[in-house]
C-alpha cells in the first residue's frame, strides 16, 4: 500500500466517504472543503483508493482529523495506522520544532479503541470537558 498527500479529487472524496455509510455533501460542498484543507491523505492498495484523511486547522496551535474514512472490506488491515502516522508526521515536519500543537477529533463509537491504541484521549476526561459540535444547516 502507498499513501499520497494532496491527491483527493471531491470525486474520490465522495466515494470513499459513501463507503462507510456516511450520507455525503454535494460535490460543490466538497470542492469547497478540499480547496480549505491543510492537507490530505489517500491510501492506494495498487490503484484502489482505500482510504482517506483530511487534515484541518490554523497551522500554528490546532489542528483536526476529519472524514477519516476506510473502506470496509480493508479496516483493521493497517490503512487507518498509515493515515494516522502520515498525517502525524506532515505536522511534526510543518511546526517549528519546539511547538506543541493540538490534535482533536470526533470519533464514532466503533472507533474509539483504534484512537486509544494511537494515543488519543476521550472526553470528557479528569482535566478537560466533552467534545462538542453543531450543525448549522
Known amino acids: 500500500m502507498k499513501i499520497e498527500i494532496n491527491t483527493l479529487t471531491p470525486e474520490l472524496f465522495l466515494e470513499l466517504y459513501s463507503s462507510v455509510g456516511w450520507e455525503p455533501p454535494c ?5 469547497e472543503a478540499l480547496i480549505n484543507t491543510i492537507a490530505t491523505f489517500t491510501v492506494y492498495d495498487c ?29 483493521s488491515k493497517g490503512v487507518g ?18 511547538w506543541a500543537v493540538s490534535l482533536e477529533l470526533i470519533s464514532t463509537k466503533e472507533a474509539v479503541p483504534f484512537y486509544k491504541k494511537k494515543g488519543f484521549e476521550e472526553r470528557p476526561c479528569e482535566w478537560d470537558g466533552p467534545g462538542m459540535f453543531k450543525m448549522i444547516r
Not at 460535490?27 to 470542492?31: A, F, K, M, P, S
Open 27 to 31: 460535490i460543490e460542498q466538497v470542492r
Open 47 to 75: 490503484e484502489q483508493a482505500v482510504g482517506m484523511v483530511r487534515l484541518i486547522g490554523d497551522g500554528g496551535m490546532s489542528f483536526y482529523i476529519k472524514d477519516f474514512a476506510v473502506i470496509p472490506s480493508y479496516q
Open 81 to 98: 495506522t498509515l493515515l494516522i502516522e502520515s498525517l502525524e508526521k506532515y505536522i511534526r515536519e510543518s511546526i517549528s520544532p519546539e
